[in-house]
């Protein structure tokens, strides 16, 4: 299980088809044992077995073969559509080709429309905003790099623009930018802190902020940068408890969390190499040349003194945003330093 794609074919007279696909689409091809002899095919002796194995495997899986057999044999593996992976289904003669599971968030629309491509046949798509032609909230939030804080709410507003129905957008810092979109522009009533909401109207907010609002869909920016400064041989989980520490006092969302920055004298630092892997974001480091004469609010003799520069954590957050000001100054957790700051 080596690829991002995996191809099942049930019938012989859908081997030829299924090796065209696996080799344009870099996919790794499975069928039943007595169809592999001679091809570039991966057997097997049971599907639901096999589909066991690869289901959260790969990102992507194309069945060649009734919709009923794809259905039954992925049933008992779905968790969730932030977490299934994209299914489609097609006749072995590439006439029909349904999206299956997860059309948006899992890209099955787009696989589905792929694959009718190099087939010649038709792609079925029964999403209603792609039926209508109108953007689904969820594309848009995974174009846009934003984070779906509470996927339960998509249907609410993605049944609402499929509808025609207005849908009001509060988001002060034009994080979605939805007049940049000329196919959503008239999709969204802006709202303001001086506008008032309407009852019952679905709701979109962005921010950075963790809220609790069960009314409306929160979609999280990746825009929150943690100046980082500790001493040697911290861990990881003194790192991972400082940051959801401050986040946390601060009311700040972690999924808005993009990158951790440093000095570079710090690059080998194994918990915070570890830590950034495990947050699934990316760590840079700076020089203290980088970093010195950057205009901090709390400069520190001693920090100067053993590092040369008067600040870690704050001129490194002030460094990677461009930024004059801090969202969060720094914070002294243990063994542990954290400034926060924003992307415009």
Not at 84 to 107: E, F, M, N, Q, R
Not at 226 to 250: L, N, Q, S, W, Y
Not at 289 to 300: A, K, N, W
């Amino acid at each position: 299980m080596t690829g991002s794609c995996a191809i099942y074919v049930l019938v012989k007279q859908g081997i030829a088809l299924a090796i065209s696909l696996a080799e344009n689409l870099s996919a790794d091809l499975y069928a039943p044992g007595r169809l592999e002899e001679g091809t570039p095919i991966r057997g097997f002796d049971s599907l639901p077995n096999l589909v066991a194995q690869t289901f959260h495997a790969y990102d992507n899986h194309i069945f060649i073969a009734a919709a009923g057999i794809a259905v039954r044999t992925i049933a008992p593996h779905l968790q969730g559509k932030t977490q299934d992976p994209a299914v489609i289904v097609l006749d072995h003669k590439g006439t029909h080709v349904i999206s299956l599971l997860s059309g948006h968030l899992g890209g099955a629309n787009k696989l589905a429309r792929q694959v009718a491509d190099l087939t010649g046949g038709t792609p079925v798509i029964t999403t209603a905003t792609d039926t209508e032609g109108v953007p689904a909230m969820d594309m848009l939030a995974a174009k846009q790099g934003l984070v779906i804080a509470n996927p339960q709410r998509i249907k609410v507003i993605n049944a609402a623009l499929a509808e025609g129905r207005p849908v009001e957008l509060d988001d002060p810092e034009y994080r979605l930018d939805s007049a940049q979109h000329t196919d959503i522009a008239n999709c969204f009533i802006p709202v303001s802190d001086k506008t008032f909401h309407a009852k019952n109207t679905p709701l979109v907010r962005i921010t950075w902020r963790m809220i609790d609002d069960d009314q409306a869909l929160i979609l999280h920016p990746k825009v929150l940068i943690a100046g980082i400064g500790c001493r040697k041989g911290t861990t990881r989980e003194e790192i991972m408890t400082a940051i959801t520490g401050v986040f946390d006092e601060h009311h700040l969302a972690l999924d808005s969390l993009a990158s951790l920055v440093s000095i570079d004298i710090k690059a080998k630092e194994a918990g915070m190499l570890e830590a950034a892997s495990a947050l699934h974001i990316p760590l840079t480091f700076y020089s203290a040349d980088e970093l010195r004469g950057i205009s901090i609010p709390t400069p520190s003799s001693m920090v100067k003194k053993h590092i040369g520069v008067e600040s870690v954590c704050e001129a490194a957050a002030l460094k990677k945003t461009g930024q004059t000001s801090l969202l969060v100054t720094k914070q002294i957790k243990g063994r542990i330093t954290l400034a926060i700051a924003v992307v415009a």
